[in-house]
């Protein structure tokens, strides 16, 4: 605030300083001159008087001398009368002197200078008469009523022009006095500015001393703050590790303990713990995320992501919680919402487990509901992704919707609800999402439920497809692994084209050829590829020049087109690698097209390929070789038909990834007990399925348990009908 009104006085105010510092050096000077000007009006006017006065005299002199001579006829007059008319040209130039800067002056002295030289021309005739012995003429040149008259006006000027000389230096004593005294008050009026000028820069100046003590003190905090926050952190790695360690020794030791034949009681004990130590490495893992959100450090890394995998995900980790609470768990997925979107999946899914949780747990009756819906942008390659949970729980206050998102912060009616929670989940939701570019806003009533939005715009569609989605070859690859495709190659070399027609001979993918690019936009429409294989260098229309109109139809600018060169200039391979989709380098092999199209295509339904087929064999009847065998096989099968009326009806609804692996994990070890290869095996698929979060697969391996336990049956009643048949053959 000081700040601002110091920038709102000190600007006006030093203007207006300097404008009456301004203002009373011009009037100073403009006095000063005018002063000057009036001592030298003041000189001249003296001087006026005195070449008056003295042309006065003179012409007295002058007077009195022709009269002596006329009087006398004595030469030593006329000396004087001739030496007193020299000096009438010099006393008319001071005169002329003094009335330089006098117009009027002027003038009057062109009269007073004629009157002079017609009175010296007067007495110069009458002394010329007397020398000529003319005493008449004398007598009418010695009129004294013409000389009276002569010598009054001449008197008359020289006090007139003093007169206003001396009324003219009045006026500008007057004047200047007025001058003077406002540029003295103005003087004073600067000054004082001045002076509450340099106060108000002395006050400012403390208080610029002040805020800059307070600066330092704050930089000197902040540095201590800075350190603090890395001893934090180091402090809460260093932790975090210790803690790890034993936790991680306490849920495996736990897990191990489930299956092994304990009583209901001890059973729940094992669990409480094996949860408790869940709930205590989620608080650990919050803590350091909110940890690195306020230290700036958590990092984002976005790859594709398929929303719709997302949600199955979250269906499986939250399947079981709703089912156990009586909860309908609905998604809605909007059905232009793009396969891959370029997001961090990882740090979604923790903000939509976060969300899912909290109503979850706050939800009593009815349903928690998300919906994914996409606004897409005009040019097709980002949008606005839109998520909604939304649950039927106690709602929150409207004066506590911003309380929700502090740290350590619960809502009232949260807390009257007795819900165990650290309060620190919401936090890292709203910074998570603001850290992805997003917005986060909640709406919510009391008794009816809340509903939390999150937006994330301009949020890129990949033609990538998420990572789960990927084929990994192996020594011998099966196209057919692969989803049925259209894919469209564009060579112009004719063996090119024969080797991948024979690759994808025998598969059910659709493949259409063309042999330079203006073929290919012409095959575009009809043949509507999933893949485009474009070699860059052709005739009519290379590479480059054919991805730049595909990109220019809306409807193709996500198509995956992957360049298939020979070049090997230094520097291309990233050049291409940054233009196209995907980038393959001929010669190649079917392992690297099929590394490359694994990107880019979906995997086949589960069921149809090489997984399903080896299921099946380990679902037909199995040998048993000794009776041993036999009688643990027996209790085996006794076991999976207990598991398959308790805990696999739920498994099969919820799809729960954890569950699902604790239960695999139970079948594995039964396996190995009773020495049951192919449980073990169906196990250990189970296990893999649920790791790799492959809802699809796992899902499928859950249906056929019954058939296992049915199979395992099977070979169990076939080894009892055994001996009796040896018996009867023997008989």
Not at 32 to 43: E, G, L, T, V
Not at 353 to 370: D, H, M, P, Q, Y
Not at 618 to 635: F, R
Request: a neutral charge.
């Amino acid at each position: 605030m000081i700040y601002r009104l110091r920038r709102r006085i000190i600007g006006p105010l030093a203007i207006f300083w300097l404008t009456v510092t301004v203002a009373s050096v011009v009037m100073g000077a403009v006095a000063w001159s005018r002063f000057s000007r009036s001592i030298d009006a003041s000189a001249e006017a003296e001087q006026f008087r005195e070449s008056g006065d003295q042309l006065f005299t003179v012409l007295q002199d002058a007077e009195a001398s022709q009269r002596g001579y006329l009087l006398t006829g004595n030469p030593s007059y006329r000396e004087a009368f001739t030496s007193a008319e020299r000096t009438f040209p010099k006393t008319f130039e001071r005169l002329a002197a003094s009335a330089k800067h006098d117009p009027a002056g002027r003038t009057d002295l062109i009269e007073l200078r004629r009157l002079v030289e017609l009175e010296l021309a007067d007495l110069r005739q009458a002394i010329a008469l007397r020398a000529a012995k003319a005493p008449t003429g004398s007598e009418a040149v010695l009129s004294p009523e013409q000389a009276r008259t002569t010598m009054d006006r001449i008197r008359e000027i020289i006090k007139q022009r003093h007169d206003n000389r001396l009324d003219l230096l009045s006026a500008n004593g007057a004047a200047i006095r007025r001058e003077m005294k406002l540029v003295h008050q103005m003087t004073w009026f600067a000054g004082l500015l001045g002076v509450g000028a340099g106060l108000f820069a002395l006050y400012f100046y403390r208080i610029d001393f002040f805020q800059e003590r307070a600066r330092r003190q704050l930089l000197e905090e902040k540095l201590q703050a800075e350190q603090s926050v890395r001893e934090k952190s180091a402090f809460l790695a260093n932790m975090s590790h210790e803690i790890r360690s034993p936790m991680n020794a306490i849920l495996g030791f736990s897990e191990l303990l489930e299956p092994e034949g304990l009583t209901p009681k001890q059973s729940q004990y094992v669990r409480a713990i094996r949860d408790s130590g869940a709930a205590l490495l989620h608080l650990i893992n919050d803590i350091l995320d909110l940890s690195k959100l306020e230290a700036g450090k958590l990092e984002l890394h976005p790859d594709p992501t398929d929303m719709r995998d997302s949600c199955e995900f979250l269906r499986t980790v939250f399947g079981q919680q709703a089912v156990t609470k009586s909860l309908q768990l609905q998604f809605e997925i909007s059905p232009n919402l793009p396969r891959a979107l370029l997001l961090d999946r990882l740090r979604l899914r923790q903000v939509l487990v976060n969300l899912l949780s909290n109503a979850i747990k706050f939800t009593e009756r009815g349903c928690v509901k998300t919906r994914v819906s996409w606004q897409s942008q005009t040019d097709g390659r980002s949008g606005t992704l839109l998520i909604e949970v939304e649950d039927t729980g106690i709602g929150i206050r409207a004066e506590e919707l911003e309380e929700v998102f502090k740290p350590f912060v619960q809502a009232e009616t949260r807390q009257t609800a007795e819900k165990e929670g650290t309060g620190i989940g919401l936090t890292i939701v709203k910074r998570l999402t603001e850290l992805m570019g997003g917005s986060l806003g909640v709406e919510s009533e009391i008794g009816q439920g809340t509903v939390f939005h999150l937006r994330f715009p301009d949020v890129p569609v990949s033609g990538r497809l998420p990572v789960g989605d990927h084929a990994e070859p192996g020594g011998v690859v099966d196209f057919n692994d692969f989803a049925p495709a259209t894919l469209l190659v564009v060579d112009d070399n004719p063996t090119n084209r024969a080797y991948l027609a024979g690759i994808f001979e025998n598969t059910h993918h659709r493949v259409h050829f063309a042999t330079n690019g203006q073929e290919a936009l012409a095959c575009l429409g009809q043949a509507k590829p999933d893949v485009v294989l474009l070699d860059i260098r052709m005739p009519v229309m290379d590479g480059r020049t054919t991805l730049a109109e595909i990109r220019k139809q809306a409807n193709l600018v996500s198509l995956p087109v992957i360049a298939v060169t020979a070049s090997s200039k230094a520097g291309e391979e990233m050049q291409l690698q940054s233009q196209f989709s995907g980038y393959i380098r001929k010669p190649f092999s079917r392992q690297t097209l099929f590394a490359e199209l694994a990107q880019f295509l979906q995997r086949a339904p589960p069921g149809n390929g090489r997984e399903a087929q080896n299921l099946g064999q380990n679902l037909k009847s199995i040998p048993i070789s000794s009776p041993d065998q036999a009688a643990h096989w027996q209790e085996l099968a006794l076991e999976l038909r207990r598991q398959e009326a308790t805990e696999w009806p739920t498994l099969r609804d919820s799809l729960a990834v954890n569950e699902t692996r604790a239960f695999a994990h139970q079948l594995f070890l039964l396996g190995q007990k009773a020495h049951c290869g192919p449980l073990a095996t169906y196990a250990a698929a189970l296990t893999a399925f649920a790791d790799a979060y492959a809802i699809g697969q796992m899902e499928h391996h859950l249906a056929a348990f019954p058939k296992l336990a049915e199979s395992i049956e099977a070979s169990v009643a076939q080894a009892q009908l055994q001996p009796a048949r040896e018996e009867a053959t023997v008989a």
